[in-house]
C-alpha cells in the first residue's frame, strides 16, 4: 500500500527562522508527482510546491524549496525568512502516475510566533 | 489561473433534507473532479472521483446513494448529500485536475471548501 508519512504534529518557529517539514513516503511506482499544499486558517487548501519524481533537480518557489531524495523516499519542505502567514498546516501529498488520486499525510501544524 | 470555485461555503439544514454543493472550475476545464471530506485537524478523506460524462467511483465506505455526484459538464461537478443526518455534518472539499498538457502534470486545485451543519 501507498503511504505517506508526516511525523511532525505541530512545529513553531520564530518569524524570519527557518523551519524544514518532513515528509516520507512508500511506493513501489517509479514515476509519480510529489506536493506540497498549505492550508491556513481559512480552510482554503493551496497549493506550495510540486516536484516530478522522474526530475532529479529540487523544485523552488520564492522561499519555498524542497529535498527530493528518491531512493529514501523522502520529501522534506524547507520555508526560509518564514513570515506570520505562513501559519497553516501543511500537507505533504504523493501522486502516483498510474491514477489522478493523490495520498495524503496527516498533516504539519506550523505555528509563525512574532 | 487554475481557480475552482465551491458554493456554498456553508450551510445550515434541517435532519431529513437534502443539500447540494456545487463545484466549478472557473479558468480551465475539468475531465476529473474529487470531493473530499475532512474532519477537525485531520486530513482530507476522499469521498470520490467525478469523472465529466460518466458515473463517479465511490471510496470504500462511503454510500453513493447519501453522497449523489454528477459531472455534467467540463466546468462543473455537484455533490448532493441526501436526507442529510447530523453525522453528515462536516467540511467538503472539491478539487479539479489540472488539464493535461498544461504543465500542472497531476496537480488538484481545490476549491473554498463547504461547512455543513445539520441539526
Known amino acids: 500500500a501507498q503511504t505517506v508519512t508526516q511525523s511532525q504534529p505541530e512545529m513553531s518557529v520564530q518569524e524570519a527562522e527557518t523551519v524544514t517539514l518532513s515528509c516520507t513516503y512508500d511506493?513501489?511506482?517509479?514515476?509519480?508527482?510529489l506536493f506540497w499544499y498549505k492550508q491556513p486558517p481559512s480552510r482554503q487548501m493551496i497549493l506550495v510546491i510540486r516536484q516530478e519524481a522522474y526530475k532529479q533537480q529540487n523544485a523552488t518557489e520564492n522561499r519555498f524549496s524542497v529535498n527530493f531524495q528518491k531512493a529514501a523516499k523522502s520529501f522534506s519542505l524547507k520555508i526560509s525568512d518564514s513570515q506570520l502567514g505562513d501559519t497553516a498546516m501543511y500537507f505533504c501529498?504523493?501522486?502516483?502516475?498510474?491514477?489522478?488520486?493523490?495520498?495524503w499525510g496527516a498533516g504539519t501544524k506550523l505555528i509563525i510566533k512574532p | 489561473g487554475a481557480v475552482v470555485s465551491q458554493h456554498p461555503s456553508r450551510v445550515i439544514c434541517k435532519s431529513g433534507t437534502s443539500v447540494k454543493i456545487e463545484c466549478r472550475s472557473l479558468d480551465f476545464q475539468a475531465t476529473t473532479m474529487f470531493w473530499y471530506r475532512q474532519f477537525p485537524k485531520k486530513s482530507l478523506m476522499l469521498m470520490a472521483t467525478?469523472?465529466?460524462?460518466?458515473?463517479?467511483?465511490?471510496e470504500q465506505g462511503v454510500e453513493k446513494d447519501k453522497f449523489l455526484i454528477n459531472h455534467a459538464s467540463l466546468t462543473l461537478s455537484t455533490l448532493t448529500v441526501t436526507s442529510a443526518h447530523p453525522e453528515d455534518s462536516s467540511f467538503y472539499i472539491c478539487s479539479a485536475r489540472a488539464p493535461p498538457g498544461t504543465g500542472g502534470g497531476e496537480t488538484q486545485y481545490f476549491g473554498p471548501g463547504t461547512r455543513l451543519l445539520v441539526l
Open positions: 501529498a504523493f501522486g502516483p502516475d498510474s491514477n489522478y488520486q493523490l495520498i
Open positions: 511506493t513501489s511506482e517509479s514515476n509519480y508527482y
Open positions: 467525478s469523472n465529466e460524462g460518466s458515473k463517479a467511483t465511490y
